[in-house]
């Protein structure tokens, strides 16, 4: 049998007698081990890569071996010493520790219920001490600072430290979780919305921390290669709960971070091995389960797994059996060992075995206790971030392994220490001689904040070690948006041919991007359907962002609209992913802060797979102070005909409408388009308004007509009269929004010309800024009853328009039913509630009742009960137009 053969059928059929050669084995381990023990690990290491390599071109399966033993990763002979002060910075450590502590415990105290943690910061002490000591950058030159995305619950100790630092005041420590007292105070949790120069990302939702992280990173490469920013050293640092690991947005988008080579990406996972509840894999090992993942998906792992102090045991380790014991407890037996202490570990840990008893016979129970884990030793941490920073080969995850609930004696590694807010006066006392906090007994009760002068050595080495932390800053506008002449094109309609208004959108951005001045600060994102919007012009304009250029030729090259990938490419094409997506959105949403440029990202995307499935990313995005346009495309329940009730959206207006800076516009007309993206522009980069859009965009074609002169306003206030009644004084009112306007304007023709009622149209294109001011004047009004009444625009608008309104929508009732405080009993709102159906647009509109028919007959109906019409007729308009009114509720159907 060839050599080859034999060495696949060892793999393939391990235990065959005839082939598996117990000797052979022996012999070539024996010659392994020789050469680790002569030239090293290293040296080992190489020799196996090779091996392995020789063995894969000769057409050897080798089987792929994702776990590594569970030590570490950097052994110890290839550590180098730790260049800080240990012993002072074990001192601030300490003090951040009190101060986090008692800043939770104090509130708890004073205000029980008002929550905070202690033991998630408790466990991440080190980990970040060692950061902020040694790594943490605030910035490089002139450009800005490295980027941490903290665990969320982790902000007392972040505060702590700032506190520590004189970057927050003691007053603001004070009032941590008290925000509304008048006084300067700190939020709950990382909010950039409520403290905009301390907080960048908010990352207490868990899983949109990691995920933002890669696409941050993965942007910042973008920026670098389209020659925005200059190239730094810059690093976006991850620091995430192993819990957190269970949200698919954690680890959907690993392998992206990986193809993109992102060595400016640095995940640290506090592997506590507790979630909330309980251990987060009590049967088996977290740590392993995400070195498999995270390797499997092409990032450089560094296992953090036991402190300086078990090198000596291994040391005195000389068959294997420390390792042997190691690998085979699992995860809920680590947590109880540092539950149950020194007497525990070493009966059921070293207990296991003679030998490994034997091996810590010298060492007290407290010693065992107090065998440190690797996240919670300086320079095994040191030595991690060390090596991650200087990879250069991609992404790096450092899998820290650490106790929750650190040094906080009876909460240590406890189950319920995630909830624990207060300590009994003896665990405050124990905590303040375990960490040496020099307050007397009593302040230590109060939980009294502790902060040494400022010429004390602590705060000297922490002042000189850090001038200053990477801190949340905004330059002030020096953009100059657009006028809308730049908008012409738009503004002077389709000159009757029928284009739908993402045609419309589409070649205003393709004039937006060639606009001289902010042409190249337009970042398209598009989750593989820029097909779906007629994109493929804009592909070709700017290309896409490949941060390899193309390696290979497109098959369509010799077409005009060929798939163009470029190093320097200006859209952000993510694949399939509206989670990415809004990840970059975020990213580039937000340079206007952390890269101070301006970006303007249009992320246009199926708006039913939107809000809905991405909102609380939405959400993070407005606390985050984002800024751009959301583009929600195949927009309208019945515009978006043929697909079904899984893409037909009538909803995300609703969904919109609940973010507060969002502003939500459903126009009907390109030149509305024109003015809201203009106006937008304007408010949001040029006079420095937090604010973002969310725009619908409706695939029917339709002829676009010119701009009418003096409505920009209207359009932005969200209605204004589009075609009054051509004979006569109007009767009744008509509504319409995106393309139900057509509707509206087909049943303006049928009262007129069957029934003889006059109506006006009117376009809104945003019922939710009509409320949204509606709301705004009514609250006045509430707090100035001696004052002159104001009065909402939606009434000042209506002046002199009488009669019922009908108010039709591709939405759901919802969206217009927001003006039924102001507008009383003479709303009727007809919209698209229910699932969806595959049918086409007519059919579509029949069902729902939206359609210009269905309008009508509303119209008359209603005036009927207003006693302006025959009642008979208004029935009979029914059969005469078609509209079934015994049919199903499209509601419940
Ligand atoms: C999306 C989301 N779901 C649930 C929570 C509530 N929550 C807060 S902390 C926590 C447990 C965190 O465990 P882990 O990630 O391991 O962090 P640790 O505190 O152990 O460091 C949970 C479930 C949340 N903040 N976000
Ligand atoms: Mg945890």
């Not at 101060?99 to 943690?117: E, F, L, S, Y």
């Not at 019945?638 to 009730?645: K, N, Q, S, V, Y």
């Not at 149209?761 to 009004?781: G, K």
Request: proline share 6%; charged share 25%; hydrophobic share 35%.
């Amino acid at each position: 049998m060839a050599t080859v053969e034999i060495q696949n059928r060892i793999l393939e059929f391990p235990s065959n007698p005839e082939i598996d050669s117990e000797e052979e084995v022996g012999e070539w381990l024996e010659a392994f081990d020789q050469v680790v023990e002569a030239e090293g690990r290293q040296h080992g290491r190489t020799l196996l890569s090779a091996l392995v390599e020789r063995a894969r071109e000769s057409g050897v399966n080798v089987p792929v071996q994702l776990n590594t033993p569970y030590v570490n990763t950097i052994p110890v002979e290839e550590e180098v010493p730790y260049p800080g002060d240990r012993l002072l910075e074990r001192r601030i450590k300490s003090l951040i520790r009190w101060n986090a502590m008692a800043m939770v415990h104090r509130q708890n105290k004073k205000d029980p219920g008002i929550g905070g943690h202690i033991s998630t910061y408790s466990s991440l002490a080190t980990l970040l001490e060692v950061g902020f000591n040694h790594f943490f950058h605030a910035r490089y030159g002139d450009q800005p600072g490295d980027f941490i995305y903290f665990q969320g619950h982790s902000s007392p100790g972040v505060y702590a430290r700032a506190y520590l630092e004189g970057r927050l005041s003691e007053e603001q420590v004070k009032n941590f979780r008290h925000e509304l007292r008048g006084a300067p105070a700190l939020p709950s949790y990382p909010h950039p919305w409520l403290l905009p120069d301390f907080w960048h990302f908010p990352t207490v939702s868990m899983g949109i921390g990691p995920l933002n992280a890669i696409y941050q990173a993965r942007f910042m490469r973008y920026l670098e290669n389209r020659g925005i920013i200059p190239a730094t050293p810059r690093k976006v640092w991850a620091f995430v709960g192993d819990g957190e690991t269970d949200e698919p947005e954690s680890m959907g988008s690993l392998t992206l971070a990986s193809r993109e080579k992102l060595d400016n990406l640095i995940f640290v996972i506090n592997c506590n091995l507790q979630r909330l509840d309980g251990p987060v894999r009590g049967n088996g090992k977290i740590i392993n389960e995400l070195e498999a993942a995270f390797r499997g998906a092409g990032w450089n792992v560094i296992k953090l797994v036991w402190g300086s102090d078990w090198d000596k045991l291994f040391a005195r380790d000389k068959s294997g059996i420390l390792l042997k014991r190691m690998e085979e407890a699992v995860d809920g037996e680590y947590q109880s060992y540092k539950a149950k202490g020194g007497e525990y570990i070493r009966r059921e840990f070293f207990g296991k075995y003679p030998e490994l008893l034997a091996m810590v016979a010298d060492m007290s129970d407290d010693e065992l206790h107090r065998l440190n884990r690797g996240g919670h030793d300086p320079q095994k941490v040191y030595n991690a971030y060390k090596r991650a920073v200087e990879n250069k080969h991609g992404p790096t995850v450092i899998l820290a392994h650490t106790v929750k609930g650190y040094g906080l004696g009876s909460a240590e590694a406890r189950n319920a220490t995630h909830q624990e807010k207060k300590l009994a006066d003896q665990a405050l006392t124990a905590f303040r001689s375990r960490f040496a906090i020099p307050i007397p007994e009593q302040a230590a009760r109060d939980g009294s904040l502790y902060r040494p002068p400022d010429n004390s050595p602590e705060i000297t080495y922490l002042l000189q070690r850090r001038k200053e932390l990477p801190h949340r800053e905004v330059p002030a506008s020096n953009f100059d948006a657009p006028t809308l002449d730049h908008f012409a094109e738009s503004i002077a309609g389709s000159k009757g041919r029928a284009v739908s208004t993402t045609m419309g959108f589409v070649s205003m951005l393709r004039q937006l991007l060639k606009d001289p001045k902010i042409g190249k600060l337009i970042v398209p994102i598009i989750p593989d359907e820029g097909r779906t919007f007629g994109m493929e012009s804009i592909i070709r304009q700017v290309g896409i962002y490949a941060s390899q250029g193309q390696l290979y030729k497109p098959h369509d090259q010799d077409m005009l609209l060929y798939y163009r990938e470029e190093k320097n490419g200006q859209i952000l094409e993510e694949g399939i992913t509206e989670a990415g997506s809004m990840a970059s959105f975020t990213a580039a949403g937000t340079a206007y802060a952390n890269y101070k440029v301006p970006m303007v990202p249009f992320f246009t995307y199926y708006s039913m797979f939107g809000f809905q499935r991405i909102g609380d990313m939405v959400w993070a995005f407005a606390d985050s102070r984002g800024k751009g346009f959301l583009m929600g495309g195949t927009a309208g329940r019945t515009t978006l005909a043929g697909e079904g009730l899984q893409h037909q959206d009538g909803h995300s207006l609703v969904l919109s409408s609940t973010v507060p800076t969002c502003h939500s516009y459903d126009p009907a007309y390109v030149y509305e388009i024109a003015v809201i993206v203009q106006d937008g522009i304007r408010r949001m980069y040029q006079e420095g308004e937090d604010r973002f859009y969310y725009i619908t965009l409706y695939n029917e074609d339709y002829a676009m007509p010119e701009m009418p002169p003096g409505i920009e306003e209207g359009i932005l206030r969200g209605i204004y009269q589009y075609r009054p009644a051509a004979q006569g004084q109007a009767v009744v009112q008509l509504f319409g929004s995106g393309s139900i306007l057509n509707e509206a304007l087909r049943a303006q023709e049928i009262l007129a010309n069957k029934y003889a009622v006059p109506a006006n149209v009117w376009s809104v294109t945003s019922y939710n800024e009509l409320r949204r001011d509606a709301l705004a004047v009514e609250r006045w009004n509430r707090l100035h009853p001696a004052d002159t009444e104001k009065r909402p625009h939606i009434l000042t608008a209506l002046d002199g328009a009488d009669g019922p309104i009908i108010a039709a929508t591709d939405f759901m009732k919802a969206v217009p039913d927001q003006l039924s405080p102001w507008l009383c009993n003479r709303l009727v709102t007809l919209g698209t509630d229910g699932f969806g159906r595959s049918d086409n647009r007519e059919h579509l509109r029949q069902h729902f009742e939206i359609s210009a028919e269905s309008i009508a007959v509303a119209a008359l109906s209603r005036l009927a009960r207003d006693g302006k019409f025959d009642a008979q007729r208004a029935q009979n308009a029914f059969q005469e137009l078609a509209v079934d009114a015994e049919k199903i509720d499209p509601a419940i159907a």
